[in-house]
């Protein structure tokens, strides 16, 4: 009688997908739709193309390279993978730690960004659609420019605008740049 459930778990583990990091949190979320029990969260794994959300918690993703990419609440996230791993934000916000080996990507409503290894800094998508990175350090970002790793570009509609803010250290004083990143070919909302 357990030996053909036994035998549909096995086949099942077999083939699933590979892990490509972990999932911690201590509080509501859901992986692919499913609400994950706060007692298995600990180290849940994550394969490509996995949507995580969050609700009122935060959760943080682990890759094996070292990388931490914190979830703030109210999030909405996929993770796909070709010659690095993509953190695509559709919603919310993300803080990450590079180490220095890493080529994370984190590309928000098409925009990618491209962290610095040796860094620390954050995304977020605004009310109005708007992109923001921040990052700590002397290190710069790269925002706006080319299309996301993976094919995990969203399309874009009309134009967006990307604010970059560096923060150089306590002393230093931030630097803010607003870009207007347009789709080539497309037209501005206002353009007739």
Not at 15 to 41: D, E, F, M, R
Request: aromatic fraction near 4%.
């Amino acid at each position: 009688m357990f030996r053909p459930l036994l035998l549909v778990c096995v086949i099942v583990f077999a083939l699933s997908a590979q892990p490509v990091a972990t999932l911690t949190t201590g509080g509501y979320v859901k992986v692919n739709g499913t609400v994950i029990p706060t007692t298995a969260a600990p180290n849940w794994p994550l394969a490509a193309s996995d949507e995580i959300v969050t609700a009122e918690d935060v959760a943080v993703i682990t890759f094996p390279d070292g990388v931490r990419v914190t979830l703030a609440k109210s999030t909405r996230v996929t993770l796909r993978v070709c010659d690095r791993c993509v953190v695509q934000l559709y919603v919310g916000a993300v803080t990450y730690k590079m180490p220095v080996s890493s080529k994370l990507q984190v590309c928000a409503l098409g925009h990618p960004i491209k962290p610095a290894p040796e860094t620390e800094g954050s995304v977020s998508i605004g009310a109005n659609g708007e992109v923001f990175v921040q990052v700590v350090g002397q290190a710069q970002v790269e925002a706006g420019k080319g299309q996301c790793a993976c094919e995990a570009g969203a399309p874009w509609l009309g134009s967006h605008k990307t604010a970059v803010v560096i923060i150089a250290g306590a002393a230093a004083a931030a630097t803010v740049a607003a870009i207007a990143v347009t789709r080539p070919g497309a037209r501005s909302p206002s353009t007739p």
